[in-house]
């Protein structure tokens, strides 16, 4: 099985930065579909795709957040953030 880089995840969403297309992203990173598990990069698209006005996104962030750490949630948002200045 192998996974996509980071990388080209983040240039699959930064093709037009859609809310739907950062949403999808945030579904791969919390379901382990295609690329490896991981609740603070899923944390990171639903934010980034919350911010463009997708619900689902919305009530996945705040599902997971419950089962992160503030640390991890901390992360999260400064790889939005980071993220955001480059896009």
Known sequence: HSF???RS???YAA???A???LY???MMYCTGRDVELDMVEAHKWFNLAAM???DDAKRFRQEISR???RVQIA???RRARQWLAVH
């Open 24 to 26: 999808e992203l945030g």
């Open 67 to 69: 089962e992160m750490t």
């Open 19 to 21: 809310a739907d297309a």
């Open 4 to 6: 996509p880089t980071r």
């Open 75 to 77: 992360a999260a948002q």
């Open 9 to 11: 995840s983040d240039l």
């Open 52 to 54: 463009r006005g997708n």
């Open 15 to 17: 093709q037009g930065g």
